[in-house]
């Protein structure tokens, strides 16, 4: 069996101290303190806005990950700073095998550094543009979260990424102008207030993109993507499961308390028949 190169494990270093009982300074929020020549930096990952992110090797520990690069004066530019440092020390907390993890951070006089898990199998966008659409098997994943947003590791499981700083390769971005407007409910469109309730049509929306290979309200121009949201103008290709079309529809409703909720959809016919071998795992 082939094993997965190895990676940065933080909890080992957590208190600064390494298995050689080698000390090293820590981060006020437990993150390791480092500096770039810490690292050989390898080829492009990806680019952004902000910046880019590179492959590289963390010489201390020997272990493969990835650096994001993000430009101070752009951060500066666009006044996203402190949001910027409210995502690390967020990020920072995280541990769960399908978050990505952020293992510490730097700066010098231009960029900030996040050193980052590395995914070696990229964005589960570029997969879904790959084979077209899913199956009902592998359709079901993650609420609140695009496509684009979704690292696959070693073994092709899961990793939420970026917490609203993601970079992508160019060659995967969405053809349309839309973005991530084909994701926003009625009530952002129509500028109303709103509540958690976003993130169940979320999950409709990234269902429906997984099992049909675009999201429901897709269209060329961002005016008619408006309108059929707020019309709820969709439909289902013929393929679709009975049981998905049901799960979908019971997300994608105009009003926000008329959304199923996450322990029903728990329940729905469609998770019960396709993901019970996970939920028997615990892995839903």
Not at 90 to 111: A, C, E, T, V
Not at 195 to 206: A, F, P, R, S, T
Not at 227 to 250: G, M, Q, T
Not at 255 to 280: G, I, L, V
């Amino acid at each position: 069996m082939n094993h997965p190169p190895s990676t940065l494990t933080v909890s080992k270093y957590q208190n600064g101290a390494t298995s050689k009982n080698e000390n090293y300074a820590t981060n006020n929020d437990g993150t390791i303190k480092m500096e770039l020549t810490s690292f050989e930096i390898g080829r492009p990952l990806g680019k952004g806005k902000f910046g880019n992110v590179y492959l590289a090797r963390a010489k201390p520990y020997d272990h493969t990950v990835a650096i994001k690069m993000l430009f101070k004066s752009q951060l500066l530019k666009n006044n996203v700073q402190h949001q910027l440092r409210r995502e690390i020390e967020i990020q920072s907390h995280m541990q769960h095998p399908n978050i990505l993890r952020l293992y510490g951070y730097f700066h010098d006089k231009q960029r900030i550094y996040l050193v980052l898990e590395y995914a070696p199998q990229g964005e589960l966008y570029s997969k879904l543009r790959k084979v077209g659409r899913f199956d009902n098997e592998t359709a079901l994943i993650h609420r609140d979260i695009k496509p684009e947003n979704i690292l696959l590791g070693y073994f092709g499981e899961l990793k939420i990424a970026d917490f609203g700083w993601s970079v992508h390769a160019p060659s995967f971005r969405r053809g349309t102008m839309c973005g991530t407007l084909d994701y926003l409910p009625p009530e952002m469109v129509m500028h109303q207030p709103y509540n958690e309730k976003v993130d169940h049509w979320c999950l409709g929306i990234l269902t429906y993109e997984f099992l049909v290979g675009k999201p429901p309200f897709e269209t060329e121009d961002s005016s008619t993507t408006y309108r059929r949201i707020v019309n709820l103008d969709y439909a289902f290709p013929s393929y679709v499961n009975e049981y998905a079309k049901i799960f979908i529809s019971s997300l994608l409703r105009r009003k926000p308390n008329e959304r199923a909720s996450f322990e029903s959809c728990r329940e729905s016919m469609w998770m019960q028949t396709f993901c019970k071998d996970k939920f028997d795992k615990h892995l839903l």
